[in-house]
């Protein structure tokens, strides 16, 4: 009986983190009972994430998972075999771990996007700073050289007229 009560607590953690999980995104459930409880001034505002078990203390959780196991265990009581309470507690204990499980891969992936966005955000803005600092330094480097050149250029340059495209294509043959 003790592999019944180990395989009872793995997929009650594997419930727990799928009860948080699709609550944390999507807590619709919780809202519209909120909206039949509670009167206009008490009611949630639109952007709360809180559910039943996303953004609650322990024990409001411990209540709603407990809430959830005994309507499963009125069900099982129909059973010929009946639940045991060492089933009861393992079910419990291990959907209480899955959801604190959850939640914490849940937060550390929402911190760490966070903290990746920044860094990319802060990289861009050296790059960006880098490369506007560069520019300057090249221009005016170059704007020395360029009046050089156009001295040179000027005394160097033939007086021939350019042809145009279309005249240089007519010599080579492309065009009649």
Known sequence: M???DIIIFITSI????ALYWLEAQSNGLY???NKIANSKELRMPATSKKGFFVNQEFLPRLVYVNVIFILVALVFLLLPFGPRIEYYVSGVFGTMIGIYIANFV????DKSEDLIDKVVDTGKDIFDDIKTKGQEA???????????TETEEAA????????SGRERLKDKGFLK
């Open 2 to 4: 003790i592999t019944f």
């Open 14 to 17: 594997i419930f727990g983190i």
């Open 31 to 33: 809202r519209s009972i």
């Open 106 to 109: 849940i937060n550390v992936k």
């Open 138 to 148: 090249a221009s005016s480097f170059s704007k020395e050289k360029e009046t050089e």
């Open 156 to 163: 160097n340059e033939p007086e021939t007229p350019k042809k």
